[in-house]
T-cell receptor, first 113, second 113 residues
Framework: GQQVMQIPQYQHVQEGEDFTTYCNSSTTLSNIQWYKQRPGGHPVFLIQLVKSGEVKKQKRLTFQFGEAKKNSSLHITATQTTDVGTYFCAGRYGSSNTGKLIFGQGTTLQVKP | DSGVTQTPKHLITATGQRVTLRCSPRSGDLSVYWYQQSLDQGLQFLIQYYNGEERAKGNILERFSAQQFPDLHSELNLSSLELGDSALYFC????????????FGQGTRLTVV
């Protein structure tokens, strides 16, 4: 069935180091979204990627969508303690706006000051 | 505040019982999603409704059911509860036509004892 795999499950970094999390889908996605969940909180939308090969940046965060629209990555440059949380990718299957939204397992980022 | 309201925030119940979780989406949002998040787990997609109709189903157990009412609020019914059903249940809504993101409620933490 439709499944989104995300790795790694956990990542501990020293403040200032870079961080990357990867998502992979077994089938082609309509689009992919990224969310951040702070400890004790709820997921909050970060960005959506729609086009094959798309790259978007938000300050220190860089998001990429693969050419085949099956994989994606989130890269954080020079992590800060405020980046702590769990980052989820969510793949949209079927219709671009009304299709299923399947979340990856998430990558929990810990940043040591 | 995401604009999505979930009640109750916490629920403690015994095995074998039945509970109803309620979700009020953001004003104007037609799509409602339900997710289950167990400890250290990702967001498991349960079911999606769009404008009162079931749109997509995920790994939802037969003991679980949901519906979306004409006023667009949604309820998730969990019956014959087992210890393993203890989890955080999130509802999310999206407007579909103009913005891609799903807005999450604060979640209902269900503890089955």
């Amino acid at each position: 069935g439709q499944q989104v795999m995300q790795i790694p499950q956990y990542q501990h970094v020293q403040e200032g180091e870079d961080f990357t999390t990867y998502c992979n889908s077994s089938t082609t996605l309509s689009n992919i979204q990224w969310y951040k969940q702070r400890p004790g909180g709820h997921p909050v939308f970060l960005i959506q990627l729609v086009k094959s090969g798309e790259v978007k940046k938000q300050k220190r965060l860089t998001f990429q969508f693969g050419e085949a629209k099956k994989n994606s990555s989130l890269h954080i440059t020079a992590t800060q303690t405020t980046d702590v949380g769990t980052y989820f990718c969510a793949g949209r299957y079927g219709s671009s706006n009304t299709g299923k939204l399947i979340f990856g397992q998430g990558t929990t980022l810990q940043v040591k000051p | 505040d995401s604009g999505v309201t979930q009640t109750p925030k916490h629920l403690i119940t015994a095995t074998g019982q039945r509970v109803t979780l309620r979700c009020s989406p953001r004003s104007g949002d037609l799509s409602v999603y339900w997710y289950q998040q167990s400890l250290d787990q990702g967001l498991q997609f349960l079911i999606q409704y769009y404008n009162g109709e079931e749109r997509a189903k995920g790994n939802i157990l037969e003991r679980f059911s949901a519906q979306q009412f004409p006023d667009l609020h949604s309820e998730l019914n969990l019956s014959s509860l087992e210890l393993g059903d203890s989890a955080l249940y999130f509802c999310a809504s999206s407007v579909v036509s103009s913005s891609p993101e799903a807005f999450f409620g604060q979640g209902t933490r269900l503890t089955v004892v």
